[in-house]
């Protein structure tokens, strides 16, 4: 199924992107801080980034992948990463499903940038 992941592909094509994520890990769309609310390119980052799911750090850019995984294993690797990180875990079948339902339309290999409540496609898949 297509998920939403951590990468680097793409990134440096904004002078302000970072990426502290593990390549390919799952990614989920924080909360922004008052720093950046109104303005993705606010000081924090948070605003322009995805937060990884393992390593609890974040990127500027995601891909979408095909993972071997179903909706139920998706939901409860999202709600053990929610309780790692002391956020309220009881949204993370909301969350799962805003998420598939956000890469749903795009192809495999897609990658995507964050502007604080919006995500727009950075780059479409290269074919080899
Ligand atoms: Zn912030």
């Not at 769309?29 to 609310?37: E, N």
């Not at 604080?116 to 080899?128: G, K, T, Y």
């Amino acid at each position: 199924m297509k998920i939403l992941t951590a990468t680097a592909t793409a990134q440096g094509r904004r002078h302000n992107d970072f990426n502290y994520c593990i390549e390919g890990e799952l990614v989920w769309i924080g909360l922004v801080c008052a720093t950046d609310r109104r303005n993705p390119d606010g000081g924090c980052g948070c605003g322009r980034a995805f937060a990884g799911m393992s390593s609890h750090r974040a990127t500027t850019t995601a891909m979408i992948r095909d993972v071997a995984t179903d909706r139920r294993r998706y939901v409860s690797a999202l709600r053990a990463s929610l309780e790692a990180q002391r956020w309220p875990a009881a949204g993370a079948d909301d969350l799962a499903d805003g998420l598939m339902q956000l890469v749903g339309d795009w192809p495999v290999g897609t990658v995507v940038e964050r502007r604080l409540d919006e995500v727009r496609v950075r780059d479409w898949p290269r074919h080899a």
